[in-house]
């Protein structure tokens, strides 16, 4: 199970927690047995298993996360990772981590503002700025502790975050996390937010508008024209999400921005995870001196946690190196992607919003279909992950493809004819 996944399992919008019928004891508020979190998924794992249908999730693999993972001693075709650049695994790549690790042992062993922060750390900050053509940049943990901890610090009572309706759970626990009131639109609904901003800025001090540079379920790029456009008309303030859009869309993986050639700093808040395209582990946000500086000295998912580690640091960094000498891994990427989609609309399938971006949702529908559909493909050696309830909303069931650039021609071409054939045949 991907990290989106995880999260929803017990934090999704689709599912209600409620106690069993008969009403809770003390001992239930005393242990998990009762929980009714556990308890809905004990119910989930049952009716799995009476359908004969086996967990997809975790389950492990002995390899890099590439165009292949090695389960149980077989090679799969894998599609369930997000090393969209092959740089995990990378020589360069792998080679800098573990000098890090020569120099500077595997942890900095305390919070930047100590004694954390080692060099390392500094260069990759001006890397990402320098890459995003932005003025600072600070390295987190965690991509999801820098969703957290940005927006749950920079907003107050009397500010408003406005996010869509299916908004990555790290924005929404962010958004939880701050005194500031949180709205939502439906995904991509311009009109709706603008009519949200008309009748609700004037309430308010700060607002800011959070999108993600590619949206991970569907493999859709909102619209950013548009959206700075409305930030401008209706002064607001915009963050962009770029966890699954950098590397990987722009003609030199730059990004949204890139893709869409708009003005750096009509941006306020860049984010982005190392844990995609970048090979590692963490998160950045990069914009301004001033909100870099502020982050830095008062965030408390930076200040009260570890500074990033060396491997993990000198990984993203060679990562990033990588990619810029080596531009052409995006078009190999691109081209891969639009190899799958042109078999999969030849072949009839529905891709959902996915507008170009390597994150290939292929609609199914029921949930117990797609399980079996999943399974049946991992049985023929291509492990895909199926996204259902409570993920996703009741009969929404899709598989999710994510491209690398290491996938081959063959593999995609063998992927789809299987794809196609097993969901026609389960009807
Ligand atoms: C849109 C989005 N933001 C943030 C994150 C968190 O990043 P990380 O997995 O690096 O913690 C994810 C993770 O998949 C994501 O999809």
């Not at 750096?264 to 301004?288: E, H, P, Y």
Request: net charge negative.
């Amino acid at each position: 199970m991907d990290a989106d996944s995880a999260e929803e399992l017990h934090n999704s919008p689709h599912e209600k927690k409620s106690w069993p019928d008969a009403k809770p004891t003390t001992a239930d508020y005393t242990s998990f047995e009762n929980h009714p979190g556990y308890l809905i998924l004990q119910r989930r794992k049952a009716e799995a298993l009476k359908r004969n249908i086996s967990i997809p999730f975790f389950l492990t693999n002995d390899a890099a996360n590439s165009n292949n993972a090695v389960i149980n001693g077989r090679q799969y075709i894998n599609f369930s990772g997000y090393n969209y650049l092959g740089l995990s695994g990378h020589p360069q790549v792998t080679s800098a981590a573990k000098a890090a690790i020569d120099k500077f042992g595997t942890s900095v062993s305390a919070s930047r503002i100590v004694s954390g922060q080692i060099s390392l750390h500094v260069e990759l900050e001006k890397v990402i700025a320098d890459f995003l053509g932005v003025e600072d940049c600070l390295v987190f943990v965690s991509g999801y502790n820098t969703n957290v901890t940005t927006l749950g610090h920079l907003f107050g009572r009397k500010d408003l975050v406005i996010h869509d309706d299916m908004a990555h759970n790290s924005i929404l626990t962010g958004c939880n996390l701050t005194n500031a009131k949180h709205m939502t639109y439906p995904r991509n609904d311009w009109d709706k937010l603008q009519q949200l901003l008309s009748r609700h800025r004037g309430k308010y001090q700060r607002v800011i508008i959070v999108i993600e540079g590619t949206y991970s379920m569907d493999g859709n790029i909102p619209d950013l024209r548009k959206v700075v456009e409305i930030k401008k008309r209706f002064n607001t303030l915009l963050m962009v999400d770029e966890a699954h859009s950098l590397g990987v869309i722009g003609e030199y993986g730059r990004g949204i921005g890139e893709y869409f050639s708009i003005d750096r700093n009509d941006v306020d808040i860049w984010m982005g995870s190392l844990s995609k395209s970048f090979a590692s582990c963490g998160g950045f946000i990069a914009g301004s001196r001033p909100l870099i500086e502020y982050l830095k000295f008062s965030a408390p998912g930076f200040i009260f946690s570890v500074g990033l580690s060396p491997p993990d640091t000198a990984a993203a960094m060679a990562a990033f190196q990588v990619l810029q000498n080596e531009p052409e891994r995006v078009s190999k990427l691109r081209s891969n992607t639009e190899f799958f989609l042109s078999l999969a609309h030849e072949a009839g399938l529905d891709t959902g919003m996915n507008n170009g971006a390597p994150i290939i949702p292929i609609f199914v529908g029921d949930d117990l279909l797609c399980m079996q559909l999943s399974k049946r493909l991992f049985d023929q050696g291509i492990h895909v992950q199926p996204v259902i309830y409570p993920a996703v909303k009741h009969n929404d069931a899709k598989l999710r493809f994510f491209i690398t650039l290491q996938h081959s021609k063959e593999e995609i071409q063998f992927t789809v004819t299987n794809l196609a054939r097993e969901l026609s045949e389960l009807g």
